[in-house]
């Protein structure tokens, strides 16, 4: 690993990212709108816009922070008009009430220790905190054995789980309880009321080539230096390629739901 800091390596392939990272199911966002009613949205840690297109294509008036410079560039030309703020939640003091909190596949980015308090403070009352995570993974169980065995051999760990470890049957169909599915955000139901969880499925297919490229824009790999990454990428990729060239996944888009009280 290099002592470059993880938060902060995804700008280095900004338009790679932009390009090769998959987007949110629109019945999410159709939804969250929905639930939040109308107001203002504000977006933690918006990267390239991945997320923030899907609202402002519902005419949402976005917030986005975004404290990597390289990331917003990205962001201002591919959702034009929106409003873009170069900071670090923790560093933008709120200018107003938010109806809405969202923040995708990005909120474990932010200081555990304050983040809720920000959240809670940023959102007028009534408001809508809603963080959600893509999670992704391989039903084809003889293809998972195959890529976690190339994890293993590369020295990846991550909270006790390498990159390719999960298997379809790890994540149920339907959301657990929020305390279950949130354990690290056991301190938002001291703030917040009407804590929940919802989920949503899609499919997702890449071509080796593609997930070569997916990989590189992981932080996990990164992080890595130039000599290692293209070793554990190579070898990732060979196994696909002789599993068809083609790996599908599938994807379950996870939403922590609570709102403020009123």
Known sequence: ????????????QAEKYHRVRP??????VTDLLAMAGPGP???VGAGTGKATAAFAAHGADLTCLEPDPR????????????????????QWPPDRGYRLL????????????????????????GGLFAPFWNVFLIPDERLHAELAAVDARHGF????????????????????MFADEWPTMADVPEHFTETT????????????????????SISLYRMLDD????????????????????????????????????
């Open 157 to 176: 760990t991550e909270g006790g789980q390498t990159p390719h470890s999960l298997l379809l049957s790890a994540v149920p169909a339907t959301p657990v």
């Open 197 to 216: 969880t919802r989920r949503y499925r899609s499919a997702l297919t890449f071509t080796s080539t593609g997930y070569r490229e997916y990989l590189e």
């Open 102 to 125: 969202i923040s995708a596949q990005a909120w474990h980015w932010v200081d555990a220790e304050r983040r809720t308090r920000l959240a809670f403070d940023a959102l007028a009352p």
């Open 23 to 28: 987007g949110y199911p629109e019945q999410l």
């Open 71 to 90: 990331m917003a560039a990205v962001l201002r030309r591919t959702v034009p008009g929106i409003r873009v703020v170069e900071s670090t939640f923790e």
């Open 227 to 262: 000599t290692a990454r293209t070793a554990a990428i190579d070898d990732t990729v060979a196994v696909i390629d002789a599993h068809g060239g083609v790996i599908e996944l599938t994807v379950f888009t996870d939403v922590a739901l609570a709102r403020r009280p009123r």
């Open 1 to 12: 690993m290099t002592s470059r800091v993880r938060g902060q390596v995804f700008g280095e």
């Open 41 to 43: 949205v504000l977006e």
